[in-house]
């Protein structure tokens, strides 16, 4: 048999000065993958230029396309191929690409929600204890009875600094996905950017609200569900399936693409508390700022000599980090 029955990439762009390869493959009936570059790396330019691209193609509003799923370096696009073609999909695409020839012009709507968390809380501290106990009773990365040591051995810093690390950013929803009102978030300053491996093998239960970290994202648990991240605290609903808070009116999730996600740390009685005012009686309200991310002017912050040092310094600690933490 030919590998040409196989192919899965259907056509691409060329790399350009501010975009990767454009690669268009195959994902099933009425789905098309468009990913960016042949490498997976994960940096933010990548997703405010995908985000950008796809906020074109929405307003073009082509009749046939259902939905798409923005990922860091991917978007999925959902048609009806009774309604439009592969072939006519991938031109609505290359036509909103060329539109745009560079990254510098680019300012995305971002809003930034302001979210209450409780470190090392009674609810996630129970997760991890019923992975200890069902699972795997010598989990390397269980100290104490938590992850938060581990997450800090192995990026080189104290839990102290790590705290500081992870509320000291915001952090940025390259898209939905994993589970159902999920966001993927990345730090937008780079040397707040931990790195830390996943459960091996995952957990078999995860809170509603757990805040983990996986790899370098950051992940809000919607539902209560399985997982793989490492925990360290505990936030508000994001997601409520029976849309009964007003927040919640027009859809089950808090989070949009390209929203940012800035922490601040409560107690657990103060985020309990808000529970009861999201899912019983309704009335929390949830702070959330109307804003926009100028990649112009972030990525001349970004390049700076004073983030690159930081960059630098953080890249040291975590290379004699990962020497002395445990595999997983």
Same mark, same amino acid.
């Given at each position: 048999m030919g590998e040409e029955k196989y192919k899965v990439i259907l056509d691409t762009m060329p790399e350009t000065e501010s975009r990767l390869e454009v690669l268009f493959r195959q994902a099933g009936d009425g789905f098309l993958q468009v990913e960016y570059g042949r490498i997976q790396r994960a940096a933010l330019q990548d997703s405010f230029r995908m985000l950008a691209v796809n906020d074109i193609i929405q307003d073009k509003k082509i009749k046939g396309l259902i939905e798409?799923?923005? #990922?860091?370096?991917?978007?999925? =696009?959902? =048609? %009806?191929p009774e309604v439009l073609s592969l072939k006519e999909l991938m031109v609505h695409i290359k036509e909103a690409e060329d539109s745009m020839p560079t990254v510098d012009d680019v300012v995305l709507h971002s809003r930034l929600i302001h979210l209450p968390m409780a470190f090392e809380d009674s609810e996630t501290k129970k997760a991890v204890a019923k992975y200890a106990k069902e699972v795997r009773? %010598?989990?390397?990365?269980?100290? %104490? #009875?938590?992850?938060? @040591?581990?997450?800090?051995?192995?990026? #080189? !810093?104290?839990?102290? @600094?790590f705290k500081e690390m992870f509320l000291g950013t915001d952090w940025f929803n390259s898209g939905g996905g994993f589970w159902p009102g999920g966001a993927f978030l990345w730090p937008t300053d780079p040397r707040c950017a931990i790195v830390v491996p996943k459960y091996n093998p995952p957990r078999t239960w995860t809170p509603e609200g757990a805040v983990g970290i996986g790899g370098p994202c950051v992940f809000t648990y919607t539902t209560p569900t399985g997982g793989g991240y490492q925990l360290f605290g505990r936030t508000i609903p994001t997601f409520q399936f029976a849309q009964k808070h007003p927040i919640f009116q027009n859809g089950p999730f808090l989070y949009k693409p390209a929203d940012r996600v800035r922490f601040h740390e409560v107690t657990e009685a103060e985020v309990l508390e808000i529970y009861d005012h999201v899912h019983n009686q309704t009335d929390y309200e949830y702070k959330i700022d109307e804003g926009k991310i100028?990649? &112009? %002017?972030?990525?001349?912050?970004?390049?700076? @000599? &004073? !983030?690159?040092? #930081?960059?630098k310094a953080l890249k040291a600690k975590q290379a004699e980090g990962v020497k002395k933490a445990p595999r997983l």
């Open positions: 798409t799923v923005p #990922g860091l370096r991917t978007n999925l =696009f959902h =048609f %009806d009773p %010598d989990a390397p990365n269980i100290i %104490d #009875g938590y992850n938060i @040591e581990y997450i800090a051995l192995c990026n #080189g !810093v104290t839990v102290y @600094e100028v990649v &112009k %002017d972030y990525l001349a912050w970004y390049n700076s @000599e &004073k !983030v690159q040092a #930081g960059m």
